[in-house]
């Protein structure tokens, strides 16, 4: 059996101006049915969802109406708006629409019969209220017992489809709501703004639309881009923008907000902001993006910042240049096995790596697992925790070296071999050392735990009285 619902939400918010006008508060609770079903249109003030194909899915009306208002309150409580939801049930659109506007004039327990809802109810009826008033017609069943050829000659033949199309005669036909490919939108701000921090009321009325684009089409933000547009009496741009990225995808937007006002702390605007714009750069589509959004535990919530997102948020505050992280460099030496580079740049470059193999689905998956596998044969060599800035000449005893007493030989040698050695702060192509030849042993110290000692030998011909080999201390193990 069909079973259509009609929605109507209303919010009111603790402080400042209106989250969004009445056309915007439509399009999200719109947006956020469609994770319930496809087939949501927008009727006059109402959103009505076709629900036939999604009951057993969800468990039931009553269920699904219910996970359908906790979504609605969730969201807007999310960005500190109160929502106030009216909903109805029918075996028809128009029905339901009926209902739900009999309840907003006369709000009580129970549902009205189809036959009682007065003629208010229905949208066709509205321009002949006055004469159907006089003829003494007040409900749908009223209507009905009328002659068809006569309602049709005197009131047109619209308001008949319009009773057809309520009792079920003939199809109920919607324009269906299909968000777009990419989210923009564009706001007029309340007043013109002149500092940067200013702009977060603007942007965050932007930002709940967002949210609720992303949920209705399942998907997580990795970047958008907020536009400025400054007052053209001043002679300088038309306009300032700046871009957010982020690692993971983000559907709940509490982090992207942060971002968004650490990078507006810092700008300065050369002229008023009469108007904020917003655009999504780059999406994509969760996976488990309903199961996400519909749980109200707070134990399967997220508890605190990951760590991606609190070196996203200090880079925006402190900038690139100051969060740093190493990242390993395809080199047999020690000291140039790694190099320091923005920790958001490398956090970015090895989320869109994931994201590439992802797509490429489980042919990359087997590529990785078969590259695993041959950088685990490469492990043979044990590699310490901390190397010193410059390598430690240590005393010897016989053909072993000394370090605080007596050292205990545990693995090795590993020939490393080079034609130079490049140590920290020396310019790349500057020869340090002659081609050498180093042989690394892991030795144990009893005051100084695990050593990473090397000794050198030089290739060419040395006198005899230099033939013993040099011991260096270059790192240590936790």
Known sequence: ??????LQTAITTESGPALMDEAALQRTVASLALGFTPRVAMV??????????SLRLFGGLARLMQLLAQRIALFFESNRALALIWRAQGATSLIALGRLRHAAGKPGPGRTRVADLPMH?????RPHLGVLERIGCRSWDDLLRLPRDGVARRFGAELLEALDRARGSLPDNHDWLVLPEHFEEKIELNALVTHGPALMAGAERLLAGLHAWLLGRQSGICALRLTWHLDKRRDVVPSGEMDVRTAQPAQ???HVTRLIAEHLAQQQLPAPVHSLSLRSLVTEPLVDAAAATTSLLMEARRQGDSAVELIERLSARLGPAQVQAWQPCADHRPEQMQRWVSAQGAI???AGGARQTRARGQKGLKKMEAGAEEGAARTDALYPTWLLPEPIRLAAVGDS????GPLLRLAGPQRLEASGWLMNGEAAGVRSKPAAIRDYFIYRSQQAGLLWIFSERLPVPQPADTQRRAWYLHGFFA
Do not use: N, S
């Open 401 to 404: 070296p000394v370090y605080q």
């Open 1 to 6: 059996m069909p079973c259509w619902i009609a």
């Open 121 to 125: 109810t229905l949208t066709a009826a």
């Open 348 to 350: 970015q470059l090895i």
């Open 252 to 254: 709940d937007l509490r």
């Open 44 to 53: 006059d003030e109402a959103v009505l969802l076709d629900v036939t194909g």
